[in-house]
């Protein structure tokens, strides 16, 4: 007797079943209590200012879709806007809007580096910039995280191999994981040393560090070899992405790069949004005073109970076990604490976490309050 197939999806029953007996399967929870795990770090995302401008926007006309890529009819005045007016905020040459970060980051490594060339990653990158770069048919290599001379390293075996192609260094400025800070100063110096291209991921340190909220590499723009890519929808409350790049890096991503060409191109209308959020960016930095001073009173009482003082918003507190990290999530969520557990792939096994996040959407007694239960449950 011939036995009937095994349902098409039955592989994936299997899977799931062990992500759940390791505890790693991911399920989609709705907001509930205090805000301590969104990337809104400066409380923008329900701000009525933004809010107001969207109404206005609508009831002037504005469209809310595209209809089209921006190369046939999806092209608006409101998506050039944005990117002449990014390109004057953050000092680049040129700006190109996008989706989201994640598209902009597989547009930019996908399209930019050629074959020849070597694309050498910090090993903590986001997921986005590594699919890019597996589109790409550069050569590819991972430096030790936040080690220079491991950057280094690389590029002199590279051209020791008789290699000619140009180094391309991707980096964040600000990890999304663990919270540190990139060396910048001293990567470009060595991306200038070796005629490479700096590209740094600002997705978490747009509005909420440097001059006006520009960000950790905003000294770095205008730079003929740094190409910096900043998403809205963190601390700018809204969505899109940018890359900030020299002129001729721009008319090549529109060129070559794929998730550009063959995507509807982003809402008009949240085009508009964006340009208003650098606006609020520019002219409240109270938000980001506050912002710091939650930090500060956050390290204070949390590094006390091994909360890793990043300097930053994002302060992570790793459990190790992903079972155990997964437990400390749900009793703080049963308390009213919106915080949730980060397991592999999303950081190294063994590395499993609590990820806080210090946001305008929460008060000195609320962290006060996280602390005590924090140390409850420790």
């Not at 992405?241 to 060409?261: G, M, T």
């Not at 992570?316 to 437990?327: N, R």
């Amino acid at each position: 007797m011939i036995s009937a197939p095994c349902n098409p999806f039955c592989l994936l029953y299997d899977e799931l079943g062990r992500l759940k007996s390791a505890g790693r399967r991911r399920v989609l929870r709705r907001a509930a209590g205090i805000d301590f795990s969104s990337n809104d770090y400066l409380g923008l995302a329900a701000s009525p200012r933004l809010r107001e401008t969207a109404i206005a926007a609508l009831r002037g006309g504005i469209p809310v879709g595209a209809g089209g890529s921006r190369l046939l009819r999806g092209n608006h005045a409101a998506h050039e806007a944005i990117e002449a007016q990014a390109a004057q905020f953050f000092g680049s040459e040129a700006a190109l809007f996008l989706a989201n970060g994640y598209a902009a980051n597989m547009a930019l490594f996908a399209a930019l580096p050629r074959a020849g060339d070597m694309i050498i990653h910090d090993a903590l990158v986001h997921a986005s910039a590594h699919d890019g770069m597996r589109l790409s048919r550069a050569d590819r290599a991972s430096a030790r995280h936040n080690d220079v001379q491991a950057f280094a390293d690389h590029i002199a075996a590279y051209r020791k191999a008789g290699k000619k192609g140009t180094v391309w260094i991707a980096v964040e400025s600000l990890y999304s994981m663990d919270g540190d800070k990139a060396p910048l100063g001293d990567l470009a110096e060595l991306a200038d040393r070796e005629g490479g291209v700096l590209v740094v991921d600002e997705a978490h340190a747009t509005g909420i560090f440097g001059d006006s909220g520009r960000g950790l590499a905003h000294h770095l723009d205008g730079r003929a070899n740094v190409i910096a890519l900043r998403t809205f929808g963190k601390a700018l409350g809204c969505e899109g992405a940018l890359i900030c790049c020299p002129q001729i890096v721009k008319d090549a991503l529109v060129n070559h790069a794929r998730p550009f060409i063959f995507s509807t191109a982003p809402s008009p209308l949240s085009a508009h949004i964006a340009g208003e959020s650098l606006r609020i960016v520019a002219e409240e930095p109270h938000r980001r005073a506050e912002l710091h001073r939650l930090i500060g009173h956050a390290s204070e009482r949390l590094v006390p109970l091994g909360v890793t003082d990043s300097g930053s918003p994002i302060m992570p507190l790793i459990v190790g076990d992903d079972a155990a990290t997964m437990d400390m999530a749900g009793q703080l969520q049963h308390a009213g604490f919106d915080l949730r557990g980060i397991r592999p792939p999303t950081v190294p096994a063994g590395e499993a976490r609590l990820r806080i996040s210090i946001t305008l959407n929460i008060t000195a007694a609320d962290i006060d309050r996280l602390a005590d239960r924090l140390e409850q449950i420790a």
